[in-house]
């Protein structure tokens, strides 16, 4: 791969970002609002989602802790791509126990993260958090402002995807145009591409979606014509929110080095349908 052709995959994987600016607020945050943490604003009746896993203990479910929520109307202006929806509220639910992280690269994590869509945002209401989810894991009201900003793929996005990368010819091409003087940088946002803790994200998201294991757990078999193709759907999965659980914007809920990761496909954003989404927990 030619340095030219280098910068050119550069810019054309180049997407826009909303960078989230986290704040303690002191004053409360109206019901349609966004937000982060607190009480989550939903349909009245609104059953709060709970998750098992098989080593649970038979009637044990885990309430979900809820970690942000984004007015689509408020986002709308710095959408600049028009990705999202032009109202309705998404909402973000991640399961926070003592003794387990959920990667959700195993097909057994399904339901150990939610997203919510809801379309009417005039009848909300707050949620009452259930009692058994303990104040440890109830993320504190925290205030969000959003910026507008440019997401430049990153080494691990293209070594992933593209045959012949070249590290330091990236290297050069991010320096020499100015890319990573790049004051937009960010851990805490909605779209964008995500920053890899390890690997292609977006790769796991199409194991699951074709029923694979992400775990690769031994006797799996996966060709190179299967690799090629699923390598061919990374572009179709759109980065919902990145968030860092071990900020202190999240109250340190969580104790790792990383970030968690929620995706959903096109057609199924388009779709509205946000029981499909596919989300990835990495730690270094």
Known sequence: MEKEEML???KDNIRSQIALDIKD???GVSVSSSKVG???SVPAGFEWPTYHADWFEEDEYVPLTFFAQFNMEELAQYDKDGIFPKKGMLSFFYCVTDEDLFYGTDPRDKGSARVFYFEDTESLVPAEFP?????EFRISEKAVSFKEGTSYPTSEVLFDRYEGFNWDDYHECM???GFFDDEDYCTQKLLGHADYVQHCAEYYCEMLHRGLDATFPDGQVITKEDEKAMYGEVENWVQLLQIDPGS???DDVICVDGNIHFFIKKE???ALDFEKIQYIAECS
């Open 268 to 270: 199924d954003l388009k």
């Open 175 to 177: 320096e020499e145009n």
């Open 8 to 10: 050119k995959i550069i």
């Open 248 to 250: 202190s914007e999240y």
């Open 131 to 135: 009692e058994e989810l303990s104040e």
């Open 25 to 27: 607020n002191s004053k």
């Open 38 to 40: 607190g009480n989550p």
